[in-house]
């Protein structure tokens, strides 16, 4: 009578040991059952290379909530204000932070440190166009660096965004930082998610054209898709990252197709 419920638990159990010995994490980029593709043709209108490579593996560092919590003690004393330990609330990916006046609140991320502040106050934006350098001076005044890869866009009054995703010293930034800003000068929030990622190791990856032999296999992720036609059509390859459940940042090569829908195919070779 027990015996189902024995494998049921050897299985899992077996799953987790397997996974923990993994050393990369899972990507939902993967595909997790082989379409049928007997039906659909795939054509590309570029040429894809064969040559199999070597790339970078990248690793963001997880903080500890003593960790965040020194970080937040820092930047609310920044402000001449008081951490209240009382009120932090911990979740899974993040911890909120609160002074002891309740006018500011700090949340932190475990993935890499990130922050996001906000004031209670209500926003009153700065009607003047400030200039990208305007913006960073201010930033500046907080202790913040954005990279100067990073792009610039005005998103209405008074709120501003960097975003970078490239590679500088050897080292993966990605991510966005926003920021509102008062007709004081002052800060109506910053919520800024640009994530440094470190060098971990470089991986044998596939070749573009292996890649396009996988999806001709159905061995790929539907779920960015709207729908299977009866032809897939690439027109588009470059190679991305993507986070893993264990926070490593892998290659991806994300395929453009019709109807501004992609497919992606994880890029490291099977062991």
């Avoid at 064969?50 to 903080?63: F, R």
């Avoid at 866009?153 to 991510?175: A, K, L, R």
Wanted: charged share 20%; aromatic share 14%.
């Amino acid at each position: 009578m027990q015996l189902p419920l024995c494998l049921t638990i050897l299985s899992f159990a077996y799953i987790f040991i397997a996974y923990s010995f993994q050393e990369l994490g899972n990507l939902q980029q993967a595909y997790y059952k082989t379409i049928n593709m007997s039906h659909t043709k795939v054509t590309s209108l570029i040429t894809l290379d064969n040559q199999p490579s070597l790339q970078m593996v990248y690793q963001i560092k997880q903080y500890t909530l003593d960790e965040c919590e020194e970080m937040a003690r820092n930047i609310f004393k920044q402000y001449g204000k008081i951490l209240d330990e009382k009120q932090t609330d911990v979740y899974d990916d993040s911890a909120y932070f609160y002074c002891t006046d309740n006018q500011m609140i700090i949340t932190i991320y475990f993935a890499g440190g990130t922050v996001n502040i906000s004031f209670p106050d209500e926003f009153k934006p700065i009607t003047k166009d400030l200039s990208e350098q305007a913006v960073r001076k201010r930033l500046k005044q907080e202790n913040i660096f954005i990279p100067e890869q990073a792009t610039f866009t005005q998103i209405q009054d008074g709120q501003y965004e960097f975003s970078v995703n490239t590679i500088i010293d050897q080292q993966y930034v990605q991510g966005s930082l926003l920021v509102g800003i008062n007709e004081d000068s002052t800060l109506s929030y910053l919520h800024n998610q640009i994530k440094t990622y470190e060098s971990y190791k470089s991986f044998p990856i596939i070749s573009q054209q292996q890649a396009f032999q996988l999806i001709q296999e159905g061995k790929f992720n539907q779920d960015w898709m709207l729908s299977l036609d009866d032809e897939i059509i690439i027109h588009s390859i470059q190679l991305v990252y993507r986070e893993d459940s264990k926070g490593f940042y892998q290659p991806v090569y994300l395929l453009g197709i019709e109807n501004d829908q992609v497919i992606y195919i994880p890029a490291i070779q099977s062991s």
